[in-house]
């Protein structure tokens, strides 16, 4: 997949696939996979560092989990996330840090909010560089939203998403991320946009889906927000792997002679 296919896939009306990916022993199970691109996105603060925000991670972290995943994730298309302030700076700051999440591999990069962020959007197009938008919740505004919560729940506040989104479409974005927002919010931005969205809790109106892959494999089991389906139990799997290596140990049971150099 390149980035003209997202535009294509749409008007053919093929839905498109999303996952995020943070390391290279995930990157090589999804180059085996169906699935259509990677985000290499600043949840991996909380997913892969345990931070309660996306807030406290730095251009020099999302650059070496990107760097890890584009050697591994074969053809597939990698969009990198500048991480919290990274686009919010002076010109030169913030094209040095999309340099430096370009040079890791990235072949598209996604930013959150359309407010104060056109400009930075058409230069970066006009430097040759995909953007992807980021609109709904926000999680670098984590601060200013309150918690994480559903967005676009009144005229208000949804008319702002939608506008938000086409200043977004005009500026150049290839694809907008809609994040937790009701599914009507996702229909009138459907009607309103070209370019595809893909939605994370944004219902069944966008043209692809995202979600964290960790969050899909059952990995945190106390982790059910309505909008996530999860795929795998993989926290009970993956518990109950650890326990039977270790009965097997304590029993010395493993490692057998099968498991020992002659
Ligand atoms: O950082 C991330 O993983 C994201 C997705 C949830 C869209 O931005």
């Known amino acids: 997949m390149n980035v003209l296919d997202f535009q294509k896939m749409k008007n053919e009306k093929q839905k498109i696939s999303m996952i995020t990916c943070y390391d290279n022993w995930s990157a090589k199970i999804i180059a085996e996979s169906d699935m259509d691109c990677v985000l290499v996105g600043d949840s991996l603060a909380m997913v892969m560092y345990g931070e309660n ?24 298309f990698i969009i990198g996330d500048m991480p919290f302030l990274s686009y919010r700076k002076s010109l030169t700051e913030n094209m040095n840090a999309i340099e430096k999440v370009m040079k890791a591999g990235a072949h598209a990069i996604k930013l959150e909010g359309a ?14 560089i995909p953007v992807m938008g980021h609109l709904g919740l926000t999680p670098q505004f984590i601060h200013q939203l309150g918690g994480f919560k559903v967005q676009g729940k009144t005229e208000d506040s949804a008319s702002a998403i939608v506008s938000g989104a086409k ?22 931005i459907g009607k309103e946009l070209s370019i595809p969205t893909i939605g994370i809790g944004a219902g069944p109106s966008t043209d692809g889906q995202v979600l964290v892959l960790h969050d899909m494999l059952g990995v945190d ?5 309505k909008f996530l389906k999860k795929y795998l139990e993989g ?3 993956i518990l109950g792997a650890l326990n039977e290596y270790n009965k097997e140990v304590k029993q010395g049971d493993f490692p057998s002679i099968n498991e020992s150099y002659e």
Request: net charge negative; proline share 3%; aromatic share 2%.
């Open 221 to 225: 089991n106390e982790f059910k927000p």
């Open 167 to 188: 200043q977004l479409e005009q500026a150049g974005c290839f694809s907008l991320v809609l994040e937790a927002v009701p599914n009507r919010v996702s229909e009138v």
């Open 115 to 128: 407010a104060g962020n056109i400009e930075i959007v058409e230069h970066v197009v006009q430097s040759g």
């Open 235 to 237: 926290h009970s799997l």
């Open 53 to 76: 925000s996306t807030v406290n991670v730095s251009v020099d972290t999302m650059a070496m989990h990107i760097s890890a995943v584009a050697k591994s994730v074969g053809n597939k």
